[in-house]
Protein backbone atom coordinates (compact mmCIF):
# COMPACT_ATOMS: atom_id res chain seq x y z
CA UNK A 1 0.00 0.00 0.00
CA UNK A 2 1.11 3.63 -0.73
CA UNK A 3 0.35 6.90 1.63
CA UNK A 4 0.47 9.78 -0.61
CA UNK A 5 1.04 13.76 0.68
CA UNK A 6 0.65 17.07 -1.54
CA UNK A 7 2.13 20.00 -0.84
CA UNK A 8 3.27 23.00 -3.13
CA UNK A 9 -0.07 24.25 -3.43
CA UNK A 10 -1.42 28.01 -3.13
CA UNK A 11 -1.98 31.46 -4.81
CA UNK A 12 -0.09 32.83 -7.65
CA UNK A 13 -0.98 35.52 -10.58
CA UNK A 14 -1.42 34.51 -13.98
CA UNK A 15 1.61 34.10 -15.42
CA UNK A 16 3.37 32.70 -12.22
CA UNK A 17 4.68 29.09 -11.73
CA UNK A 18 4.59 26.69 -8.76
CA UNK A 19 6.18 23.52 -7.67
CA UNK A 20 3.90 20.60 -6.54
CA UNK A 21 5.22 17.88 -4.51
CA UNK A 22 3.65 14.34 -3.67
CA UNK A 23 5.93 12.90 -1.32
CA UNK A 24 5.02 8.84 -0.68
CA UNK A 25 5.63 6.17 2.00
CA UNK A 26 6.68 2.48 1.53
CA UNK A 27 9.53 0.86 0.00
CA UNK A 28 7.85 0.19 -3.76
CA UNK A 29 6.89 3.85 -4.47
CA UNK A 30 9.42 3.39 -7.25
CA UNK A 31 7.70 0.86 -9.18
CA UNK A 32 4.40 2.41 -9.06
CA UNK A 33 3.34 4.80 -12.01
CA UNK A 34 2.57 8.24 -11.10
CA UNK A 35 -0.60 10.60 -12.13
CA UNK A 36 -1.49 14.54 -11.40
CA UNK A 37 -5.11 14.96 -11.68
CA UNK A 38 -7.08 18.33 -11.08
CA UNK A 39 -10.37 19.30 -9.77
CA UNK A 40 -12.21 22.42 -10.25
CA UNK A 41 -15.73 23.55 -8.59
CA UNK A 42 -18.26 21.57 -10.26
CA UNK A 43 -16.37 19.73 -12.47
CA UNK A 44 -15.19 16.33 -13.16
CA UNK A 45 -11.57 15.07 -11.78
CA UNK A 46 -9.12 15.84 -14.82
CA UNK A 47 -5.88 14.45 -16.23
CA UNK A 48 -2.61 16.78 -15.84
CA UNK A 49 0.52 14.52 -16.33
CA UNK A 50 1.98 10.96 -15.72
CA UNK A 51 5.81 9.44 -15.13
CA UNK A 52 6.40 5.74 -15.46
CA UNK A 53 8.19 4.01 -12.27
CA UNK A 54 11.44 4.74 -14.11
CA UNK A 55 11.11 8.58 -15.00
CA UNK A 56 11.58 8.56 -18.52
CA UNK A 57 8.53 8.06 -19.82
CA UNK A 58 5.92 10.46 -19.28
CA UNK A 59 2.44 11.52 -20.75
CA UNK A 60 0.73 15.31 -20.54
CA UNK A 61 -3.03 16.82 -21.09
CA UNK A 62 -3.09 18.63 -24.59
CA UNK A 63 -4.44 21.58 -21.77
CA UNK A 64 -0.70 21.66 -20.10
CA UNK A 65 1.61 20.21 -22.48
CA UNK A 66 4.33 22.82 -23.02
CA UNK A 67 3.61 24.49 -19.70
CA UNK A 68 3.70 21.56 -16.93
CA UNK A 69 6.86 18.95 -16.64
CA UNK A 70 6.22 15.83 -14.25
CA UNK A 71 9.45 14.19 -12.13
CA UNK A 72 9.86 12.22 -9.76
CA UNK A 73 13.10 10.95 -7.67
CA UNK A 74 12.60 7.62 -6.08
CA UNK A 75 15.55 7.79 -3.79
CA UNK A 76 13.00 10.76 -2.07
CA UNK A 77 9.86 8.73 -2.76
CA UNK A 78 8.66 11.90 -4.48
CA UNK A 79 6.98 13.20 -7.76
CA UNK A 80 6.64 16.46 -8.57
CA UNK A 81 4.95 18.75 -10.78
CA UNK A 82 6.25 21.77 -11.91
CA UNK A 83 3.90 24.46 -13.16
CA UNK A 84 4.96 27.40 -15.44
CA UNK A 85 2.96 29.84 -17.41
CA UNK A 86 0.25 29.59 -15.34
CA UNK A 87 -3.65 30.18 -16.08
CA UNK A 88 -6.70 30.91 -14.13
CA UNK A 89 -8.69 28.07 -15.58
CA UNK A 90 -5.50 25.65 -14.29
CA UNK A 91 -7.42 26.95 -10.67
CA UNK A 92 -8.48 23.35 -8.81
CA UNK A 93 -7.41 21.11 -6.37
CA UNK A 94 -4.69 18.97 -7.24
CA UNK A 95 -4.26 15.44 -6.35
CA UNK A 96 -1.40 12.50 -7.09
CA UNK A 97 -2.33 9.22 -7.42
CA UNK A 98 -0.70 6.02 -8.10
CA UNK A 99 -1.22 3.06 -9.91
CA UNK A 100 0.68 -0.48 -9.66
CA UNK A 101 0.44 -0.82 -13.34
CA UNK A 102 3.16 0.37 -16.11
CA UNK A 103 0.59 1.70 -18.08
CA UNK A 104 0.65 5.50 -18.32
CA UNK A 105 -3.06 6.10 -18.03
CA UNK A 106 -5.18 9.26 -17.87
CA UNK A 107 -8.17 7.74 -16.38
CA UNK A 108 -7.79 8.39 -12.69
CA UNK A 109 -10.33 5.00 -12.56
CA UNK A 110 -7.21 3.24 -13.14
CA UNK A 111 -5.11 4.82 -10.29
CA UNK A 112 -5.26 2.88 -6.30
CA UNK A 113 -3.83 5.28 -4.19
CA UNK A 114 -4.63 8.95 -3.44
CA UNK A 115 -3.34 11.77 -2.09
CA UNK A 116 -5.89 14.14 -0.07
CA UNK A 117 -4.99 17.53 -2.23
CA UNK A 118 -3.81 20.32 -2.74
CA UNK A 119 -4.78 23.49 -3.63
CA UNK A 120 -3.89 25.89 -6.42
CA UNK A 121 -5.30 29.00 -7.65
CA UNK A 122 -4.57 31.28 -9.76
CA UNK A 123 -5.42 34.95 -10.33
CA UNK A 124 -6.44 37.07 -13.43
Known amino acids: QVQLVESGGGLVQTGGSLRLACAGSGRTFSTYTMGWFRQAPGKEREFVAA????????YYADSVKGRFTISRDNAKNTVYLQMNSLKPEDTAVYYC?????????????????WGQGTQVTVSS
Open 51 to 58: IGWGGVLT
Open 97 to 113: AADSSTYLSGNPNDYHY
